[in-house]
């Protein structure tokens, strides 16, 4: 990736050269940066004020009580951890609460800490178990209630109405969201566990 951005910048200076242009490539240079670094302190400030909440929650026991009320929908997404791993399912709705309001880069250490604990619980350790794969279909689509991070976006490249992909972005989302389900859920039909076979003293299965 670094090789491509690095051919870019050549290609831009080379032509504007030619061209005459040479100002315009410094300028929109500088003014590009000068974007990015206020879309990246707008993100910044959107992401701490959204990881402040979630870790209050995380203290105060609301994370348990999430997943008290996402129970029937565990036992249905993820049987494994439902009978064998609370701890996954605590993991799963931070998961789930980041991914809803946006926040993907703090989605990310939740999704990780989900996926050790469901480590834990996999019988076959060198291949993903169905829960596993749910997870990661789920992550995939990135359901989104409230797009934090990409109204921070919009709000730091001036728009006027940055709010206004909240409905769009819900209804996409939800749709990706589950079709992820329903074809993790018939993969699953398809591609049974396999149960590994014992290996007796011999080597010979």
Same mark, same amino acid.
């Given at each position: 990736?670094?090789?491509?951005?690095?051919?870019?910048?050549?290609?831009?200076?080379?032509?504007?050269?030619? /061209?005459?242009?040479?100002?315009?490539?410094?300028?929109?240079?500088?003014?590009?940066?000068?974007?990015?670094?206020?879309? *990246?302190?707008?993100?910044?400030?959107?992401?701490?004020?959204?990881?402040?909440?979630?870790?209050?929650? +995380?203290?105060?026991?609301?994370?348990?009580?999430?997943?008290?009320?996402?129970?029937? *929908?565990?036992?249905?997404?993820?049987?494994?951890?439902?009978?064998?791993?609370?701890?996954?399912?605590? /993991?799963? *709705?931070?998961?789930?609460?980041? /991914?809803?309001?946006?926040?993907?880069?703090?989605?990310?250490?939740?999704?990780?800490?989900?996926?050790? +604990?469901?480590?834990?619980?996999?019988?076959?350790?060198?291949? *993903?178990?169905?829960?596993?794969?749910?997870?990661?279909?789920? /992550?995939?689509?990135?359901?989104?209630?409230?797009?934090?991070?990409?109204?921070?976006?919009? !709000?730091?490249?001036?728009?006027?109405?940055?709010?206004?992909?909240?409905?769009?972005?819900?209804?996409?989302?939800?749709?990706?969201?589950?079709? !992820?389900?329903?074809?993790?859920?018939?993969?699953?039909?398809?591609?049974?566990?396999?149960?590994?076979?014992?290996?007796?003293?011999?080597?010979?299965?």
């Amino acid at each position: 990736m670094n090789f491509i951005w690095l051919f870019l910048i050549i290609i831009s200076i080379i032509f504007g050269a030619i /061209n005459g242009k040479l100002n315009d490539v410094v300028n929109s240079i500088m003014s590009g940066a000068e974007l990015s670094i206020n879309i *990246a302190i707008g993100i910044t400030g959107v992401m701490v004020f959204w990881l402040g909440i979630m870790k209050v929650a +995380e203290k105060s026991g609301l994370v348990e009580k999430i997943s008290d009320i996402l129970k029937p *929908a565990a036992k249905f997404l993820f049987p494994e951890a439902y009978k064998e791993n609370k701890k996954a399912i605590g /993991n799963i *709705a931070m998961n789930f609460s980041a /991914n809803a309001l946006g926040l993907s880069n703090a989605a990310t250490p939740m999704g990780i800490e989900a996926m050790k +604990e469901l480590q834990k619980i996999n019988k076959e350790k060198d291949s *993903a178990s169905d829960s596993m794969c749910m997870l990661l279909a789920m /992550n995939t689509a990135g359901f989104q209630l409230i797009p934090a991070t990409v109204i921070a976006v919009l !709000a730091a490249s001036g728009s006027k109405n940055p709010t206004e992909i909240i409905v769009p972005t819900l209804l996409v989302t939800s749709f990706a969201f589950l079709t !992820a389900i329903f074809t993790a859920k018939i993969m699953q039909k398809f591609f049974p566990p396999q149960i590994e076979s014992e290996v007796n003293t011999d080597g010979n299965n």
